[in-house]
DNA sequence: GACTTTAATATAACAAGTTATATAACTTCA
DNA sequence: TGAAGTTATATAACTTGTTATATTAAAGTC
């Protein structure tokens, strides 16, 4: 078994474990959220999704900043949104360069269910398995990685019994 | 202003977050290569670069286990370091399914050049952004973001004064 | 020793991010 | 008020990651 080298180089290697970790959070949130609602939540456009829904309708520019991601990043996201149906794109009256993107209502359907649903599932999932990570932060990331190899997020999963 | 959202919604967009963090970090990194080093030496490739010259030649297969990504990953990565004359691939003697995979002359030079002067840099730099970083992970990535964009890997270069 | 299974790598197609640049609409100011 | 600058978005091209599958070589098995 040959080492770990982006482990064991540490703080020079940063930026690709982080993002190691991240797309494998990704890939079992989307598994999570695939079991339990249509596969076209994905993982990836959740952030867009709840920007969206918290705020009424945003333009590029502002979705931009919520989420911190490039611009053409985002146009393309909206795009896929609105070719699923879930979010339309129109030019802002006032001023006409601005294209305002707002949620469709099969869109606002759809984050009800997830709020209700699967995005509650993947919070607590991962803050099962982030919970008492302590140290610096080089030693939180090698705990979650055995925790997440050990046991992924859809093995973190608890049944809970629905108030009525 | 609008919020980031991905910062507010915390464990459940934890991978989007860890992702958008690892690309900050690895292209700031990126520029930091670039000014002290030929381009061609990408912080991406760096893990690649550092396994062959830790462990010797690696087959495909132990690569893919020492940077822990995909296989085609590793594989096309393999071939961009050929492209460029600082690796070599060839089938293993003993069981030819197996690419071995070695540092040239020319990659070995660069990772004696890296060693010395880029890859150290990055080190402190990140170390630099890191330092005192407490709390629980999602504190401390937020302290961590806030570092970077207050000030950048590239501005958190001290220049030292070699030893002789 | 041929036949099937397993293992290692390569290839293809896709996903999601980036930078650089083009386009179109608004603003400024001489 | 029209030329020049600025801003918002779209588009193009590229990078780096993924999964699924094809290919080839080795290992078992009868």
Known sequence: MTEDIVRRLGYMTLGTRLKRIGER????TQTLIS???SPEAGSVNSP???ALWRNGPLSIGELTQ???QSQPGITRM???LKARGLAEIGPDPV???ISKVSLTEAGKDLVRRLEEG???TVEAAVTDACEGLSGS??????????????????????VRVKAR
């Open 35 to 37: 079991e339990r609602e």
């Open 137 to 158: 932060l080089l030693d939180q990331l090698g705990q979650l990685e055995d925790r997440l190899a050990a046991r992924p997020l859809p093995k973190r999963v608890r």
């Open 95 to 97: 001023d006409r360069r």
């Open 25 to 28: 959070l990704q890939a079992q």
């Open 118 to 120: 699967a995005w509650q």
């Open 66 to 68: 919520a989420i911190g």
């Open 78 to 80: 909206v795009g896929k």
């Open 48 to 50: 867009v999704l709840a």
